[in-house]
Structures are given as structure tokens and as C-alpha cells.
């Protein structure tokens, strides 16, 4: 191959892989700003709509500002044999089963003693509390002994999975951050006795309904618009990579 003929591939390449780069990063930009929107939708929503800096002094008509204490309990039921499955509570993703996880962590000798977790009870992880791992599950399973389990007091009066999205908005975090307790920020914990006395913003249960059948909403259309653009950015490198190799090894003319 000519110095001429390389030249002509460089450009070409220059040229072509640009434009498909270029596509690449609108494509992710898109993913951000559809999860920026969710997210901001979320923290108006599931935060009294802002109407105040501090909903608690001023909340939305019609909405109640409530002790957690008078809605939630702190329950501390043990597994006798460990067999049950083994859950995981993250900041993204709220509980899952750890078998939907790719997780590399250690793994005790026995789970016998972890803490049982029913359906629609709330799991903090106490030592991450202040980054927001923590959410209400849809699972039965077991925790480790550090996490906390929460049960609603009566469910016929909330809908958890309204407390599930509001307690993982920045605001709410922020809140348990500054009860959390701790030298160093890597190491605040959020104690029971702490959460249970933080109120909570509470709605009537027709509100928390509607919010969470819309946030579902909402969610389920952002994933699907989020999957098409990872789609859409693997088919782009597809054929980035498809298009180097045809140029260099002279499959198609430059």
C-alpha cells in the first residue's frame, strides 16, 4: 500500500468514524438527560412538589408531615436455618435478590441469624444510609445482621412504595445524612432510633397511588427509550469497527 493510499484511509477514517462518534454522543446524552428529567420529576414529586425550601414547615394541601415512628416499626426477626434468599440493598436499584446481582463480596460461612425481610418492608443498609441504599422490597429474603428492617405499621392506610421513592430523593438523603452519626462521612450510621424520630412527608393514600402508578409510568418509558439508545450506540460501534476494517483491508473504495 502507498503512502498516497494511506493517507486516503486516514482521512477517510478521520471523516467517517467522526460522524459516527458524533452520533455515539448524542446518543448518550440522551440517556442523561432522560435520567436527569426522571430524576428531577421524582425529587419535585416525592418532595411536596417544592413548594417551600422546607416542605416539613409548609407541606402541599392536604398532606400530612408525620413521625416515621407513627408509620413505621423497626422489626428484628432472625432466620433459624439461613436458607432463605439472600437480598441486597442498593443506592440504583433498591432490594433485589442478590442472584440478579454480579456481585464479588465476601460471603459469610453461615447466614444463619440475618435478619428476615418480608414483603413491602423497608431495608436500610446502616452504614450507607447516607448514600441512599436503601429501599422497600417486593422480596422475602434475608439481610445481613447490619442492615435495618422497617415494617409499615398499617398497610391499608400507605402505599410503600410511595416511602420508597420518597426516602431515596437527594432531599430525603440528604436529611438522613445530616441525622447519620459518625466522625467520617465514609462512616456515619443511621441508627433506628434516629430514623424513627426524622418525619416523613405523607400524602392521602389516593396521592401516593396516583404518584407511584405514574412514576411507574414514567420509569418504565424511560427504560424503554434508554434501551433503544444503548441499542442504537452498539450497532454505531458495530459499525465504527465494521468500517476500519473494511477501509484498511480494502473492501470498500477511499
Known sequence: MSDAQQ???????????????????????????????????????????????????????GWKVLRNRHLLEHVDARS???????????????VTPRSMKNVNMFEAESTVGYKLVANNELVINTMWAWMGALGVSAYEGIVSPAYNVYRFRDLDAVNPMYFDCMYRTDAYVSL???????????????????????????????????????????????????????????????????????????????
Not at 462518534?21 to 418532595?47: G, P, Y
Not at 433459624?80 to 433498591?94: A, F, K, N, R
Open 7 to 61: 493517507e486516503r484511509i486516514v482521512k477517510f477514517l478521520d471523516t467517517e468514524t467522526a460522524k459516527i462518534d458524533h452520533l455515539i454522543a448524542k446518543q448518550r446524552e440522551l440517556i442523561t438527560l432522560t435520567e436527569s428529567r426522571l430524576k428531577l420529576w421524582r425529587e419535585r414529586t416525592f418532595w411536596g412538589e417544592v413548594q417551600t425550601e422546607d416542605p416539613f414547615l409548609n407541606p402541599p394541601t
Open 80 to 94: 433459624e436455618t439461613g436458607d432463605e434468599e439472600m437480598l441486597s440493598v442498593s443506592h440504583i436499584t433498591g
Open 176 to 254: 438522613m445524612k445530616a441525622h447519620s452519626r459518625g466522625i467520617w462521612e465514609s462512616r456515619l450510621r443511621l441508627y433506628p432510633e434516629v430514623f424513627l424520630r426524622l418525619s416523613s412527608l405523607v400524602p392521602p393514600k389516593d396521592v401516593q397511588d396516583r404518584l407511584v402508578a405514574e412514576n411507574n409510568e414514567r420509569t418504565t418509558e424511560a427504560e424503554k427509550l434508554i434501551t433503544r439508545c444503548h441499542k442504537a450506540i452498539e450497532l454505531l460501534q458495530e459499525r465504527r469497527s465494521a468500517l476500519i476494517t473494511a477501509a484498511v483491508t480494502g473492501q470498500i473504495e477511499v
